[in-house]
């Protein structure tokens, strides 16, 4: 019998979303060799970074949660969908767009093998920070400050906030760089190496003393 893994990998086909040759490739040489053959080797990873950069195509909330997070995938594989499918998007994280809460999201991540989420000069950094640790989120001001900060993507490096404040986010609200308090064991990832941009994925649950450090005027992006 087939895995509800598979069911819902080829379940893709039957959405509303036109899925074009170049997915289907990319998809079914991911089913083949992560689930089907359950392989958690470089070829398999670098499957699932193909599939995932061809996801980037469908719409939001279009690409069910078991295959952008799976348990059926090895560690290796695992790991490498998740973070690829966060930060990858042109509009905005492939898994944050297509994932029903923040909160799911960062299950997700807690779930990952740190040794394969990052890379061991990033670990090893992490491991060296206080148990306290500051850092910064650019992003449109919500209604207020709690639900603006309310997110798992930040950072430690100021410049990055900046650049997100004027040029990222979605909403009407003014660009602001925020500044927060976070227990080191609420960071599941720390990415100053291996992200596309300078990132912490922390626990939207246990950011502290949120406050804004400044606003920002918005650029076209």
């Avoid at 059926?72 to 509009?91: E, Q």
């Avoid at 807690?110 to 306290?132: F, K, N, V």
């Avoid at 246990?206 to 992006?221: D, G, L, W």
């Amino acid at each position: 019998m087939e895995s509800q893994h598979l069911a819902n990998a080829r379940g893709l086909r039957n959405s509303k979303v036109e899925v074009y040759s170049f997915q289907e490739t990319a998809m079914e040489k991911f089913i083949q060799l992560a689930f089907v053959e359950e392989r958690d080797d470089t070829e398999a990873d670098e499957a699932a970074n193909h599939f995932i950069l061809s996801a980037d195509y469908y719409a939001r909330g279009s690409i069910p949660n078991a295959i952008l997070y799976t348990r059926a995938c090895g560690p290796r594989v695992r790991s490498s969908v998740l973070k690829n499918a966060w930060t990858d998007g042109r509009s905005g994280s492939v898994l944050a767009l297509n994932t029903s809460s923040r909160m799911m999201c960062w299950n997700y991540f807690t779930e990952a093998d740190p040794e394969h989420l990052m890379d061991a000069d990033e670990r090893a950094e992490l491991a060296s920070l206080g148990e306290t640790v500051r850092l910064y989120r650019g992003a449109r001001m919500k209604h207020d400050l709690r639900a603006t900060g309310f997110a798992l993507s930040w950072t430690p490096d100021y410049k990055t906030a900046q650049s997100f404040a004027t040029t990222h986010g979605h909403g009407d609200g003014s660009g602001v760089v925020l500044a927060a308090d976070i227990p080191r064991d609420a960071i599941a990832a720390w990415w100053t190496e291996s992200g596309r941009e300078i990132e912490a994925i922390v626990n939207p649950r246990r950011v502290r003393n949120v406050r804004a450090v400044e606003t920002m005027s918005r650029q076209a992006a």
